[in-house]
């Protein structure tokens, strides 16, 4: 960071779990590896009537907690004479007024500036006005960013609103909506892998590819969220963001440069490309005992589990189809992506008549044990012509020993501050992928929607989830971790 202003990080909703369990260890890993900017200050801002003391000892409790193998106190110790508490209310623009005059004071003079949107998604458009009436986009005296978390929106409508709301402030270059999967060093990786090395590229189409899965399992259930969840659902939690992102990083062309609008402008593409969902294509469940959590409506048909076959419809994957699902309480935690390739089209080997040979299958595990596999079949030795699928494995733990992959709150901060947004969402890809949804929603509130399945906890997920595949002569399949 070749800059030598001052660089102050506030946060607004700084008393909220976010701030103690992902952003200040995000902060403290990034001090102590020394990629903060030489002078930095990061300023809480909450209603809670704390002072700074009381904030760098809940911080420092929080990084204790959740953190511990990051925490040590002379470290700490450093890292928390930066951290400041300004108590307000994020309706009141006195409150930001007084912000502007703790930080003027703290500044002493030209600053660069990261506002960090960690309230809840209703106080975004109130922050952000009350922001652009103290001037706070105004770069004359160092850059301006404005970190917004997720959700953005919860459909279209809310989510143009809330671009406009910030457009009316600040300018996209100034905007980073975070994905934190996009943070994830696997979730990355999918573009390393695919343009770094030759051998994948010529075949990562649909001259080779037989079809693409996403799964992002989650063994937790609703739990203490589902007063928000019961509102959002799946579709809106998941796949809106997360799976859509890991589909964009797989079926996107290459960009010319790793720049930010020269990746994002890639993504764009895809997401406009992907055909009107139609309901046959859909899968929608609720697990067993879902409506009986405190603070989910009585009956209500929210669904905890989504299946989806889309197709993209451009020059590259026309007849590919690209499954997805996710879902919570299920049998574990997983987020992988399976490429499986088309078999061969001749078979010279003497095999029985009903013999299924297995494709090739590329997976990239996304977490949660991070690597790729490659499986391809063998010969059995010492057999006549019988074959076994082998997997050719690479595993971040093995390959990249005693090195700790970084946590995506990190890696996104990090690139906030440097003024990276490639990792970050821009308004039309969140517009795109609201659309895609909306359709999808409205398509289950409507006469031809799928039944609402039911699955049982720790299962796989509903059954129609597998008739959706083995219609087209497929099974889902996860390769990471114990689950060959
Ligand atoms: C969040 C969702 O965005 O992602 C949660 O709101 C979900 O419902 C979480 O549990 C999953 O993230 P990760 O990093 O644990 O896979």
């Known amino acids: 960071m070749n800059d030598d202003k001052p660089t102050t990080v506030i946060i607004f909703g700084a008393s909220g779990d976010l701030t103690r369990r992902k952003l200040i260890p995000a902060l403290l890993n990034l001090y102590c590896k020394g990629q903060l900017p030489n002078r930095f200050n990061i300023v809480g801002f909450a209603r809670r009537p704390w002072d700074h003391a009381e904030f760098r000892r809940l911080a420092r409790e929080g990084v204790q907690e959740y953190a511990s193998s990051v925490y040590q106190p002379a470290a700490w110790a450093r890292f928390a004479e930066a951290l400041w508490y300004a108590r307000g209310d994020l309706d009141r623009p006195d409150d930001y007024r007084a912000l502007e005059g703790f930080l003027a004071g703290l500044e002493g003079g030209d600053a660069n500036r990261l506002y960090y949107l960690a309230t809840g998604p209703e106080f975004f458009p109130v922050t952000v006005d009350a922001l652009g009436k103290i001037g706070g986009e105004c770069e004359d005296c160092g850059w301006r960013r404005l970190v917004v978390e997720k959700p953005f929106g919860n459909d279209l409508a809310s989510a143009r609103a809330l671009n406009s709301a910030i457009h009316a402030v600040f300018d996209e270059h100034q905007v980073y909506r975070i994905d934190h ?26 001259r080779y590819v037989d079809h693409v899965q996403v799964t992002v399992a989650e063994r937790v259930d609703v739990g203490r969220r589902a007063g928000y969840y019961d509102q959002a659902g799946v579709l809106r939690d998941m796949f ?23 990746v994002r402008n890639e993504k764009v593409k895809v997401l406009s490309a992907i055909r009107p969902v139609e309901m046959h294509d859909t899968v929608r469940a609720q697990y067993r005992g879902y409506t009986e959590t405190e603070r989910v409506a009585p009956g209500s048909p929210t669904p905890t589990y989504a299946a989806l076959r889309l197709h993209i419809d451009n020059w590259r994957w026309r007849g590919v189809p690209f499954y997805l699902r996710s879902g919570k309480a299920l049998a574990t935690k997983v987020s992988e992506i399976v490429i499986q390739f088309q078999r061969p089209p001749h078979m010279m080997f003497n095999l029985p008549k009903d013999y299924r040979i297995t494709s090739n299958i590329l997976s990239l595990c996304i977490q949660p044990d991070e690597g790729m596999h490659l499986t391809f079949e063998t010969k059995v030795p010492g057999s006549g012509q019988e074959m076994r699928s082998m997997d050719m494995e690479f595993h971040y733990r093995e390959g990249f020993e005693g090195v700790v992959l970084p946590d995506a709150y990190e890696r996104l901060l990090l690139d906030a501050l440097n ?14 992928a609201w659309a895609l949804i909306d359709t999808i929603r409205a398509g289950w509130e409507s006469d031809g929607a799928p039944p609402l399945a039911v699955y049982e906890p720790g299962a796989w997920g509903p059954d129609e989830a597998d008739e959706l595949l083995e219609r087209d ?4 399949r996860v390769t990471c971790g114990d689950h060959h």
């Open 473 to 476: 002569g497929r099974t889902w």
């Open 181 to 206: 999967y996009l943070g994830k060093e696997t979730a990355q990786n999918i573009l390393f892998f695919r343009f770094a090395n030759t051998i994948f590229e010529p075949i990562w189409n649909r």
């Open 419 to 432: 003024g990276d947004a490639s990792l970050f969402t821009r308004s039309d890809e969140i517009e795109h």
């Open 240 to 262: 809106q963001n997360h799976l859509l992102q890991l589909l964009t990083l797989v079926a996107m062309e290459p960009p010319a440069s790793f720049n930010a609008d020269a």
